[in-house]
């Protein structure tokens, strides 16, 4: 498992923060998540195969902005 920290921008309450963590562990492939909605830091882990851009497309979904 690779550790990895993201900037998530857009999120202004606790039900964006559920979003983003359901956006990253639905796919199966990440654990971990932390989410700091004041920062915007979102921190996980994730195995090698799940590459950031799935995560990223999957967080957009819900139109926040990531920053890798």
């Keep these: ?3 990895i920290e993201i900037i998530v921008k857009g999120m202004t309450c606790e039900h ?3 979003r983003v963590e359901r956006a990253i562990l639905s ?3 990440a654990k971990n998540v932390s989410v700091d909605l004041k920062t915007g ?3 996980f882990e994730k195995e090698e195969d799940l590459s950031l ?3 990223k497309t999957n967080i957009e979904a ?3 902005k990531v920053e890798i």
């Design 1 to 3: 498992m690779e550790k």
């Design 16 to 18: 964006c923060v559920k």
């Design 27 to 29: 796919t199966g492939k």
């Design 41 to 43: 830091k979102v921190s």
């Design 53 to 55: 851009e799935e995560i």
């Design 62 to 64: 819900y139109g926040y």
